[in-house]
């Protein structure tokens, strides 16, 4: 008889791609953009937040089943909140990227994480112990990423404002400006890159079925065949 639920066309792979593609597209501007200034700073990441949200909500509904589907929604609900707020144009400064990405990512660190934790301990099948620990590892990443951006902030902070280091490179000929917000800026495309390196191995690796519907058909025909046998 057939299954009466529908099996899923998408899984939590489709997930880490689409959210790989967005933390790629985040590291591929500010790594390519000479501008590291909190202006383009919270540009891009405004746009990584609210992009990153919209991955999440429709996944909350073509990936996971009900019940399932709070650890998504809380982390876009976070993404969503943090990239509305880095949006207000006549709002963006050093302090308000330092407070927005290090909050942002401090409390989807934490959420991911120990929703991470908290699944790899229920976890009784290989692609649920897989999904576990990337979580772990991109909470993990997220948590990092706040506690990187606390230095130049604390920078930002003790020395006096406007403050520049200005050095000159003979070999390319050219004079560079150094700031605390040069680095954090920079630290967060790297953060980006990382992630969307990661998910996108995790996205691409081979694995098991992760829909409940096909595993228990799985397992009920290779039941049937060894009756049968």
Same mark, same amino acid.
């Given at each position: ?5 529908? !099996?899923? /066309?998408?899984? @939590? ?6 959210? &790989?593609?967005? $933390? +790629? ?80 990512? !401090?409390? /989807?660190?934490? @959420? ?6 908290? &699944?790899?301990? $229920? +976890?009784q ?9 990337d ?8 948590v ?6 606390m ?40 953060y ?25 058909? &799985? ?11």
């Amino acid at each position: 008889m057939p299954s009466a639920t529908p !099996v899923r /066309s998408f899984e @939590a792979r489709h997930l880490q791609m689409a959210r &790989a593609i967005a $933390a +790629a597209l985040a590291a591929a501007m500010i790594t390519f953009s000479p501008d590291h200034s909190s202006a383009l700073g919270l540009s891009v990441f405004s746009g990584f937040a609210i992009l990153s949200a919209l991955v999440l909500f429709l996944s909350a509904w073509l990936v996971f089943p009900s019940g399932a589907r709070g650890t998504v929604l809380l982390l876009g609900a976070i993404d969503v909140i943090a990239g509305m707020v880095a949006g207000v144009g006549p709002l963006r400064s050093d302090a308000l990227f330092y407070a927005v990405v290090i909050c942002w990512a !401090v409390a /989807s660190g934490l @959420a991911e994480g120990v929703s991470g934790l908290l &699944a790899r301990r $229920a +976890a009784q099948t290989t692609p649920a112990r897989s999904q576990a620990r990337d979580a772990i590892v991109i909470g993990a990443l997220g948590v990092l990423l706040g506690a990187a951006l606390m230095i130049p902030a604390g920078f930002a902070l003790a020395v006096p404002g406007g403050y520049a280091l200005h050095y000159t490179v003979a070999e390319a000929h050219q004079a560079f400006t150094l700031t605390g917000m040069t680095i954090a800026v920079g630290v967060f495309g790297g953060y980006a890159a990382v992630v969307a390196v990661y998910l996108g191995i995790a996205g691409f690796s081979p694995r098991e079925s992760e829909d409940p519907v096909r595993a228990a058909d &799985a397992a009920a025909s290779d039941e049937h065949s060894g009756g049968a046998a």
